[in-house]
């Protein structure tokens, strides 16, 4: 599960990683200020060797994960919204 919260290091994002760990393995990446985030996103993945992940990403990124899961439904299988806290 890759977690896109621009407090990636937050209280709420901590509680979060917290509870998704508790099944799954949480990728929590401090995503850079301007940044075109699906093709920085696309690299990290394919940097880190990750074929396919679930996406769980808040309000200032959700557009943009959505578009990469229509657009490569292989890389990105799953997109959920959260609230940042």
Same mark, same amino acid.
């Given at each position: $599960?890759?977690?896109?919260?621009a407090?990636?290091? /937050?209280?709420?994002?901590?509680?979060?990683?917290?509870l998704?760990?508790t099944?799954h393995?949480v990728?929590?990446?401090s $995503?850079?200020?301007g940044?075109?985030?699906?093709?920085?996103? $696309?690299?990290?993945l394919?940097?880190?060797?990750?074929?396919?992940?679930?996406? +769980?990403?808040?309000?200032?990124? +959700?557009?943009d994960?959505r578009?990469l899961a229509?657009?490569?439904?292989t890389l990105?299988?799953?997109?959920?919204?959260?609230?940042? /806290?």
């Amino acid at each position: $599960v890759v977690l896109l919260m621009a407090d990636y290091d /937050g209280p709420a994002a901590l509680d979060l990683i917290a509870l998704l760990a508790t099944a799954h393995l949480v990728i929590a990446p401090s $995503v850079p200020r301007g940044v075109e985030l699906v093709g920085w996103l $696309v690299k990290l993945l394919e940097g880190l060797g990750i074929a396919t992940a679930s996406v +769980i990403a808040e309000r200032a990124f +959700i557009d943009d994960v959505r578009r990469l899961a229509r657009e490569d439904a292989t890389l990105v299988r799953e997109v959920a919204e959260v609230n940042g /806290g």
